[in-house]
């Protein structure tokens, strides 16, 4: 799977979109982006996926350059609950690799 | 509440014991994914079963083992237990194994050993 790069940590007013940024420069055509969050020391939470399409969902929106070396996860109205460790992950579509390949991730701090 | 659910949630234990974490997956799903989450690792994943048969394997000790029954609940085993095995222990579940679906975690089970 190919290696990603996070900023280590960002803060964020409260009401205001969060823009997290993910770099994925060696992502191959059968490689999906993964976004979790993990919340203290919760079990990580699912938020959003995307293969080459921008993805929108209740929780947030998944912007996939044209490229796919980069992406942005939007929180679009960040609120104190959206403090945690993001994860972006890039998973393979074939292959006998089936697990998620946690790095060191983003800790958003959402500031009131 | 991701629909995966793991017990027991805490569990308190010493060097040289053994000690089962089960998790049952969300409704529907066939694959189960462990993972361990020590202070200085991060998230790691140990194995992975589908439909009741190991269908990948990550940085699992020799110690610890896992399988998947009829009913596709799972169990992590852990045996000869030290200070170092001290960690929280995730299971995740996904209806197969393709890489478009994605996987939910449970709350995770926080082994402590003394």
């Known amino acids: 799977d190919a290696k990603t790069t996070q900023p280590p940590s960002m803060d964020c007013a409260e009401g205001r979109a969060a823009n997290l940024p993910c770099n994925h420069s060696?992502?191959?055509?059968?490689?999906?982006v993964y976004w979790y969050r993990q919340i203290h020391s919760q079990g990580p939470q699912y938020i959003i996926h995307g293969l080459k399409n921008n993805e929108t969902n209740e929780m947030a929106s998944l912007i996939i350059t044209e490229d796919r070396k980069s992406s942005t996860l939007i929180l679009p109205h960040a609120t104190l609950r959206d403090t945690a460790v993001y994860y972006c992950i890039v998973r393979r579509f074939s292959g006998s690799a089936r697990q998620l390949t946690f790095g060191s991730g983003t800790q958003l701090t959402v500031l009131p | 509440d991701s629909g995966v659910t793991q017990t027991p949630k805490h569990l308190i234990t010493a060097t040289g014991q053994r000690v089962t974490l089960r998790c049952s997956p969300r409704s529907g799903d066939l694959s189960v994914y462990w993972y361990q989450q020590s202070l200085d690792q991060g998230l790691q994943f140990l194995i992975q079963y589908y439909n009741g048969e190991e269908r990948a394997k990550g940085n699992i000790l020799e110690r610890f083992s896992a399988q998947q029954f009829p009913d596709l609940h799972s169990e992590l085993n852990l045996s000869s237990l030290e200070l170092g095995d001290s960690a929280l222990y995730f299971c995740?579940?996904?209806?197969?194994?393709?890489?478009?679906?994605?996987?939910?975690f449970g709350d995770g089970t926080r082994l402590s050993i003394l």
């Open positions: 060696t992502i191959s055509g059968n490689e999906y």
């Open positions: 995740a579940s996904s209806p197969a194994g393709g890489a478009g679906q994605p996987q939910h």
